[in-house]
């Protein structure tokens, strides 16, 4: 994955709030990456209402 790659949301690990749970199936674009509890690394999306939520890499796939 990288910086600017269109990916979409295809499962979640975690209970997540409903907010989150909405971008289930949404597309966004890559925007950074975040270190995770110390065993992995996350990637924060950017959707196109403009807000940001952080995922697990196997929690996304890419949009080709």
Known sequence: ???????????LQDRVSKDIFNK???????KNFKMTDGSGIGAIVQFADKTAVWFFEDELKPVE
């Open 24 to 30: 289930l199936g949404q597309q966004g674009t890559v």
């Open 1 to 11: 994955m990288k910086i600017g790659q269109k990916v979409q949301i295809y499962r």
